[in-house]
């Protein structure tokens, strides 16, 4: 079975690249199959929750430190 990956890219959403199975709050599932990939939207802004549509480029949103990933 193929490994899931979840990349945080600059100024941008998480790419996660499957299998994985995403779940929306009605209960609706997005298959995405080994070696593909889905961006999720990291700004909040997304017409398309929780996929990124782009709108993090046209609300000027950048990522911090803080908003990166701690390492325990």
Not at 19 to 41: K, M, T, Y
Request: glycine fraction near 12%; charge should be negative.
């Amino acid at each position: 079975m193929s490994e899931v990956v979840i990349k945080v890219r600059k100024n941008g959403p998480y790419q996660v690249t499957g299998p994985i199975r995403l779940v929306d709050h009605d209960g609706n599932p997005l298959e995405v199959e080994a070696g593909d990939s889905v961006f999720l939207c990291r700004c909040g802004q997304s017409g398309e929750k929780p996929i990124c549509d782009g709108t993090h480029k046209k609300c000027g949103w950048v990522d911090t430190p803080e908003s990166e990933p701690r390492h325990a």
